[in-house]
């Protein structure tokens, strides 16, 4: 454990948890879970599986048979991404939290060295990944604001748990911009050039991906209102180290 967790290790607590949210990503996730348990940095992996039909939980229950560090939590029915991942926070044990979403393509432990540095570092308070296939818009202005790939002190979350169940499935990224700029977090933005996620409609077909993609928006503008977040992508943006 020592050589995975550095002085965070020596002091008996964690220091860094991966919580990967997934939902019928069985052909994605081996992928995932084999880059994050590679990472050195990574004290503890919990995989929240979201109630999928498909094998994700068995793959998942597969590398933990292995490896003591990841954890799988099953969550009998599907409620959504921001449960699943509250349902991780309360679980770990770690004083930051990295959020990495299970479909990645392309991930290495090196991308995800990369985000956790500043943070770790104490250059920045928490940390955003950008994509390879990030909207064109959020790479020409240097910040996605909602990229599922984060790292932010438990504490911020762990206050406000009982918020997040009562959020929209695809309200989190959102609302944890709303924290981060009322804490006045310092953000670190990651380019991550070789990473990508697959569209939905890849995964789902070309009228269900669109589906997926419309009700996304409905959840983030239920959460925040379109101003809102404009003024968020505004603020981040200032608050880049």
């Known amino acids: 454990m020592a050589d995975r967790a550095g002085g965070a290790a020596m002091s008996g607590a964690p220091r860094l948890s991966c919580i990967i949210p997934a939902f019928n990503e069985a052909p994605r ?5 084999e880059t994050v348990l590679a990472t050195p940095w990574i004290d503890e992996v919990i995989v929240v599986d979201d109630g999928s ?10 590398f933990a048979a292995r ?11 599907n409620g959504g991404k921001t449960r699943a ?12 939290i990295l959020l990495v979403d299970a479909d990645l393509e392309g991930l290495t432990p090196d991308h995800i060295a990369s985000l956790a540095a500043p943070v770790l570092e104490g250059r920045a308070d928490a940390a955003v990944s950008l994509r ?15 990229s599922g790939e984060r790292v932010l002190p438990r504490a911020l979350l762990v206050a406000h748990l009982d918020r997040l169940d009562t959020l929209p499935r695809f309200g989190l990224e959102v609302f944890m911009n709303r924290l981060w700029i009322a804490n006045g977090l310092r953000i670190a933005v990651v ?7 697959p569209l939905k409609g890849a995964k789902h ?26 003024a968020q992508i505004a603020t981040l943006r200032s608050r880049r180290i």
């Open 191 to 197: 380019r991550w050039p070789g990473v990508s996620s």
């Open 205 to 230: 077909g070309a009228r269900a991906g669109i589906i997926a993609d419309l009700r996304m928006l409905g959840d983030i503008f239920q959460t925040v209102r379109p101003w809102e977040a404009l």
């Open 132 to 146: 390879r296939n990030a909207p064109w818009p959020w790479r020409a202005i240097g910040l996605d604001y909602i």
């Open 29 to 33: 996730i081996t992928a995932v879970l």
């Open 53 to 62: 039909t498909d094998a994700t939980a068995e793959i998942a229950r597969g």
């Open 67 to 77: 490896d003591r560090n990841l954890t799988l939590l099953i969550q009998p029915m």
């Open 85 to 96: 991942v509250a349902a991780g926070v309360a679980a770990a044990r770690g004083a930051l």
